[in-house]
C-alpha cells in the first residue's frame, strides 16, 4: 500500500480525534483499570458498539499524554498487509512525533499478523493500547500471539451510573423529585440496557432495529465467518433461545433440538463461540466439582436492552429476572476492580438457590440475593431463607439482598441481611 495513501488516511484521522477535547461526556471507571507504565499492551475488549475507542482516547486524552492513533477499520485501508505495517508506523511518527511514548491500535485486528507488529511496539518500549470487536480478537489468540504480554479490560455497556450521569439523573439528592428521578430512570434502564448509542435514539421502532441488526452483525460476522459456519440460522435460534432464558440453567440438549442440530457439542461449541463474542456472559455453579461447575451454567445476556428489543420477540414483562441480570453484569463489572470470581448457588435440586455467590481467591466473601418486590411476606421470607442457609453452608457473615425500591438492615438467625433498593445498590 503507498504511503501517501497511508498519511492521508491517518492524517484525517487525526483531525478527528484532535477535534474532540474529549469524546462523550462521561467518564467510566474503567479507565482505572489503565496502567500507564507497563510494558504490556493494554488490550480493550467487549461486545459491538460498547464504546471501546471512546474509553481509551478519553483515558489518553484526561491523562495528558501524547499518543498515536491508527483506526484500522477504514475502509481505505483494506487489504492493508503485516509488511505495510512499518509503513504505518512511519506514518505515525511523521504526524505525532518520534517522541511519542503511547500508540492507540483501533480494530487491529482487521490485519493479518497484527500480533507481530504489537510485539515488535512493545520491544520498542512503546505503550501500546489495542481494542477489538470480533470474536478474532476475543479469542483464546489473544494468549496464544501475546503470551503474556498482554493485559485485558473488559468494557461492559454503561452501568446504571454511567446512565444516570449521561442523563443529568440527580444521583445523590433526597428530594421526593430526586428519588423519584432515580426509580424512572432504572425502570428505563432495565428495559432499554446501557449500550451506549442507544441513547441517541428516540423511538421505540428504531431502537429495536439498531438492537437486532448489533445481534445480526454479531452473529454473521463476529462468529459466523470467524468460526466458517455455515448454518447461521440454527445459530439465530440458540442466540434468541438463550436470551429469552436469560438467567435461566443452559439445556444443551434442548438447544440442539431447538436449532436442528441434532449434536449438544456442537451447541455447546456455539454457546462457547457467544461468549467470546460477549453477547453472553455464563455464570457456574459454585460446587467443589469441575464437572459440575462445567455442565451447570446458567447464560446471563450482556446488555438488557437485547432482552425485548429484537425480532420476534414475545416475553412477558418479567422484571424479576431483568433486575438479576442487571446485577449480575454490575458485578463482573465490579469483579475486575476486585478481581472476585463469582458463581450461583444450588448444592442440590431441592435446595433454595442464591443467585450470586462472590468468591476471593477460593473464599466466599459475600451472597447476593435478588428479588424485584419482597413486599409479599412468603416472597420476604423465601429469599431471605435461601441466604441464611447458604450462610451456614458457606460460612458467610456477608448476606445482600437487592430488591427494587426498599433498603433496611433485618436481624435474621444472628445474620445480619443487607436489604438494599437496586437505585442504591447500582450506585454505590
Known amino acids: ?27 467510566r471507571k474503567e479507565e482505572q483499570l489503565f496502567e500507564w507504565n507497563s510494558n504490556m499492551a493494554q488490550v480493550v475488549t467487549g461486545v459491538r458498539r460498547s464504546g471501546k475507542s471512546t474509553l481509551c482516547h478519553n483515558a489518553l486524552k484526561r491523562r495528558g499524554v501524547k499518543y498515536g492513533y491508527v483506526n484500522f477499520d477504514d475502509d481505505r485501508l483494506v487489504g492493508l498487509q503485516t509488511s505495510d505495517l512499518n509503513t504505518v508506523l512511519e506514518c505515525v511518527y511523521q504526524l505525532y512525533g518520534i517522541d511519542i511514548q503511547y500508540v492507540f491500535l483501533d480494530e487491529v485486528q482487521n490485519v493479518d499478523g497484527w500480533y507481530l507488529f504489537v510485539n515488535r511496539l512493545l520491544r520498542m518500549k512503546l505503550h501500546v493500547f489495542v481494542t477489538g470487536s470480533n470474536a478474532k480478537l476475543l479469542s483464546g489468540e489473544l494468549a496464544t500471539h501475546l503470551t503474556g504480554r498482554y493485559m485485558e479490560i473488559k468494557l461492559y ?87 429469552n432464558n436469560c438467567c435461566q440453567t443452559i439445556q444443551y440438549d434442548q438447544l440442539a433440538e431447538i436449532s436442528l442440530l441434532g449434536s449438544s457439542t456442537t451447541v455447546q461449541s456455539y454457546v462457547a463461540y457467544l461468549q467470546q463474542a460477549y453477547l453472553i456472559r455464563r455464570l457456574s455453579k459454585f460446587s467443589y466439582k469441575s464437572v459440575e461447575r462445567i455442565t451447570k451454567e446458567k447464560a446471563y445476556v450482556i446488555d438488557n436492552g437485547f432482552i425485548a428489543n429484537r425480532e420476534n420477540s414475545l416475553l412477558p414483562e418479567n422484571l424479576g429476572w431483568r433486575l438479576e441480570n442487571v446485577v449480575f453484569i454490575e458485578l463482573l463489572r465490579r469483579n475486575q476492580l476486585g478481581a472476585e470470581d463469582i458463581y450461583y448457588y444450588k448444592p442440590t435440586s431441592r435446595s433454595k438457590e442464591v443467585d450470586f455467590v462472590v468468591c476471593q481467591q477460593g473464599k466466599v466473601v459475600e451472597l447476593v440475593q435478588v428479588s424485584y418486590s419482597i413486599a409479599e411476606r412468603k416472597a420476604f421470607k423465601r429469599e431471605t431463607e435461601a441466604l441464611i442457609e447458604a450462610a451456614r453452608s458457606l460460612h458467610c457473615q456477608n448476606l445482600t439482598l437487592v430488591s427494587f425500591d426498599e433498603s433496611k438492615d433485618v436481624q435474621i438467625e444472628g445474620y445480619t441481611i443487607k436489604i438494599r433498593s437496586a437505585v442504591e445498590w447500582l450506585l454505590e
Open 157 to 243: 455497556p454503561f452501568s446504571f451510573f454511567d446512565y444516570c450521569r449521561l442523563l443529568n439523573v440527580d444521583m445523590t439528592g433526597i428530594t421526593t423529585k430526586a428519588i423519584a428521578s432515580r426509580n424512572s430512570a432504572l425502570s428505563q434502564y432495565i428495559v432499554e440496557g446501557g449500550m451506549p448509542e442507544i441513547k441517541n435514539i428516540q423511538s421505540v421502532r428504531n431502537r429495536k432495529n439498531y438492537l437486532s441488526g448489533l445481534i445480526e452483525t454479531i452473529v454473521t460476522k463476529d462468529i459466523a465467518r470467524r468460526f466458517r459456519i455455515r448454518n447461521t440460522e440454527a445459530l439465530r435460534r440458540i442466540v434468541n433461545h438463550l436470551i
Open 1 to 27: 500500500m503507498k504511503k501517501d495513501l497511508v498519511l492521508q488516511v491517518l492524517r484525517e484521522q487525526q483531525e478527528d480525534v484532535l477535534n474532540d477535547v474529549l469524546i462523550g461526556s462521561c467518564e
